[in-house]
């Protein structure tokens, strides 16, 4: 049974055609995958279908019924609801509070919240789950996995008969993907429709039953997983062959760039390493090992317990990311909007953020020609696709907002980068 139908759904920005006569469809009980490069549209589909874009062409249907919600509460009371990457719950209340939240049940007309039943609400979700979830922390104590069960039980106690998955895996440990893939199938199993995005197309093979390809904001196919091959689907998002996924580029080794000796910052213990220039060093290790802290000790945004940082062989003093970027070290962080980007700024004014006075005059103005020359040239250098450069940064893709903080440091001449999770 069909219980979504989009058909020829086109959506224009100012400059650019988002989505151009793009349709998909989901039946009841499967997990439907969306997949595409970044700027693919994917993200503009969802919105869309959350309530928060109208289109301006193409028509929805929703268990056969017209669809044409006008904000996210209309999508969701009419059973849609999104998981979005960045997970929106509040940190300071616990799981029975956020899945709740706005909708507590009162005890009479004085407004008094019936805390015993909506306690046991939240325990028959997480029993329909068949989940183990501490109900009486605060979400901000909680793994990401939990953190993510408490969205999941969230879109159950809407009654939402589909759920979108906004790669739901970023973030999670082997161990917690198969948890998740589990509460998935349960879903399944109850009838529920999941559609599934995700850049991790060996998970696609895995877990879903169709998927559908956009590129460059078109639809370009939808194809049964069993039918097809990961090959396919990459022909389909890119419009070639690909000979290796992952070609290896050999470059030169240089001279040592960055040491780091002796490293200690809260629970990082002894840290030592070096970096060569043009090498490309991995730093590896479950959730919870470390390797953000390290980072961010380098760096200067976490203070440092001992330990001693040089840089083309002398020994520098960093204190804060100030210093940092000064030496031409740049962190490219792992939650791009919070620490990476100033969402309600431009591209361009987040881009020059950190050269902004190598384009003023001495009376404090700035040449704002010379900037915008500066911004094009990164714009095209690293294809950040964005209909104008004075497009604010928020309205990009995730993928597209990550060129836009690696361009900031390419701006600042930055030659040591440090990449934290690059591809969440």
Known sequence: MEVLKVKDVTKRFPGVTALNKVSFDLVRGEVHALVGENGAGKSTLIKILAGLYPPDEGEMWLSGKRFAPQSPKDSQQMGISVIHQELHLVPGL????????????????????????????????????????????????????????VEIAKALSYESQIIIMDEPTSTLTNEEIEGLFSIISTLKDNGVSIIYISHRLNEIKEITDRVTVLRDGQYIGTKTVVDTTIDEVIHMMVGRNIQEKFPRIRGKHGRERLRVESLSSGHLQDISFSVYEGEVLGIAG????????????????????????????????????????????????????????????????????????????????????????????????????????????????????????????????????IFDEPTR
């Open 94 to 149: 616990d799981a029975v509070e956020n899945i709740f939240m706005g909708r507590q049940p009162l005890r009479n007309r004085l407004g008094f919240v019936n805390w015993k039943e909506m306690r046991k609400n939240a325990e028959t979700l997480v029993h329909q789950l068949g989940i183990d979830l501490r109900l009486d922390v605060p979400v901000g104590r909680l793994s990401v996995a939990h953190q993510q069960m």
């Open 286 to 417: 479950l959730v919870g090992a470390g390797r953000t802290e390290a980072a961010r000790a380098i760096v200067g945004a976490d203070d440092k317990d001992q330990g001693s940082i040089y840089l083309d062989g002398e020994k520098i003093h960093i204190d804060s990311p100030v210093d940092a970027v000064g030496y031409g070290i740049g962190l490219i962080p792992e939650d791009r909007k919070s620490h990476g980007l100033i969402l309600d700024m431009t591209v361009k004014g987040n881009i020059t953020l950190s050269i902004l006075s190598s384009f003023c005059h001495k009376f404090g103005f700035v040449n704002t020609s010379r900037e915008s020359e500066k911004v094009a040239s990164l714009v095209d250098t690293l294809d950040i696709r964005t209909p104008s450069i004075e497009r604010p940064v928020k309205n990009l893709s995730g993928g597209n907002q990550q060129k836009v903080v690696l361009a900031k440091w390419f701006a600042k001449q930055c030659d040591v980068l």
